[in-house]
């Protein structure tokens, strides 16, 4: 069976046919592959026919900063249908200003080895107008 | 004349930039480790960072650092640089004017400030085609509002701008606004581009829209706009080659936010007083591979100068717009650039627009139509003086490639051409 993808590992975005063929079990076999421009293109196909894995990116809220906000993403990917129970966990933080970029928000969240982490620091203050 | 106007000292300083985004930031690191030391940036916002303190997503450095970073850390990067080395700014000001003579003036928290530069960097980014620039017809309600002012809202001011979504355009803003609206909840009904082929990187099509089963709908446009107070919904119909509607093809969307990803114009206002020569396609400054434009002295990179899709090329075209400023300052001019680059009907721009001939340079260029299998042929006087190969070509993705001086000679324009 040819099926597309399209990489998104990085900008260059390939476009990816793959001949695959489900095994019994559900397994697949990759028997052909073109489109990539780089190795990564396939890892991504495997990783995409087993399982399907992306970051997220959003905020949490800040005390007493001078942004009402810091931005949070996750170390890691986690598979694809775990993302709006992750958003559920990452919405229950609260920071205290000062907050540093790179600090670990949450350890390891939904158990897939991932962190969320701080990425941008928010000094103590009054909030900027 | 006003007693303290009069009292206003013409500052000194060797180069003034204009603009504390990743362009400034990068050109500001770079010329101080090229030893230019007297210079200024001058940033209107309350923060250094311009645009990326809002881009909260990732995949930003892949080329820049290889490592996928978020907007602010991809900023703060650059941001450490400036405080290590300690390179002067001023946030909280806007400039005024910036003149032919390089005299710029801005209102500072310490009131109005002038500066005599030898050198005017131009980093001032760009802003959103609006509502009024593509000029849908329809009633005038709130809830219609860019992809950039609804990041704002959501990353910088925690404020949720809508419920029931529709965007028009492609842009890589609009869908990554798509992802992350319902990521907190809003409900993106879908995306309708005018274009026969999506505006945004393939990537951001299949991250942001495919993964959350948001469709993309081509060749479609918005042709009314309907609610009194707050939006209601809008009507969308196919367009023809031309872009016409095509009657019949109408639908209802009910939604309370219209979001705008409809294209992006260099902020050239500042440019234009100071006698900048724009470039019709671009709506940047026309430069050479110095980046300097049609007024000596002063230089322009980043979304100013064209806009980009990846923020990693905006950081090295400013580090090498930077590397000619310093020789500027040092020498007090730079080769004439007599050599022009033309196009053929495939190539949306290029940037430089003309060079001296004399020093390798970056050429970036965008086609006007996907294009597959394509060979991008520069050449002078009919000989090839540079190739590059693509697979594929569209409009979404700049393509940069390096061209040696070494086989150019004066007195013959440049011509670039597709060849399928």
Known sequence: MLKEFTCIICPNGCGISADIEIKEGGDSLIRSIEGALCPRGEIYVKQELIDPRRNIATSVLVKGGILPLASVRLTKPIPKDRIFDAMEEIKKCCLKAPVTAGTVLVENILGYDADVIVTKSVPAGKLLK | MNAQLKEIQVEQVDVVIIGGGPAGLAAAAELYRRGIHNLLVIEREKQLGGILRQCIHDGFGLTRFQTALSGPEYAQRFIDTIEELNIPYITDATVLEVTHERQVTAVTREGMRTWQAKAVILTMGCRERTRGAIGIPGERPTGVLTAGVAQAYMNLFNTMPAKEVVILGSGDIGMIMARRLTLEGAHVKAVFEIQPYPSGLPRN????????????????????????????????????????????????????????????????????????????????????????????????????????????????????????????????????????????????????????????FTLSLRVKRPMKDCRIVVRQAGKEVAVKKMKKAIPAEMIRFVISHEKLVSGSDLEVCVEC
């Open chain 2, 205 to 360: 099509i299949e991250q942001c829209l495919n993964d959350y089963d948001i469709p993309l709908y081509l060749s479609h446009g918005i042709t009314a706009i309907h609610g009194n107070t707050r939006l209601t919904g809008v009507t969308v119909s196919k367009v023809d080659e031309n872009f016409k509607p095509i009657p019949g093809t109408e639908k209802e969307y009910k939604c309370d936010t219209l979001i705008l990803s409809v294209g992006l114009i260099p902020e050239n206002e500042l440019s234009l007083d100071a006698g900048v020569i724009l470039d019709e396609r671009t709506r940047g400054a026309l430069v050479d591979e110095n980046f300097q434009t049609a007024a000596e002295g002063i230089f322009a990179a980043g979304n100013v100068l064209h806009v980009h899709d990846l923020v990693d090329f905006v950081s090295i075209e400013a580090e090498s717009l930077a590397d000619s400023v310093a020789k500027y300052v040092i020498e007090g001019s730079l080769k004439p650039a007599a050599i022009s680059i033309n196009t053929d009907c495939n190539i949306g721009y290029t940037v430089p627009q003309r060079v001296s001939g004399e020093k390798e």
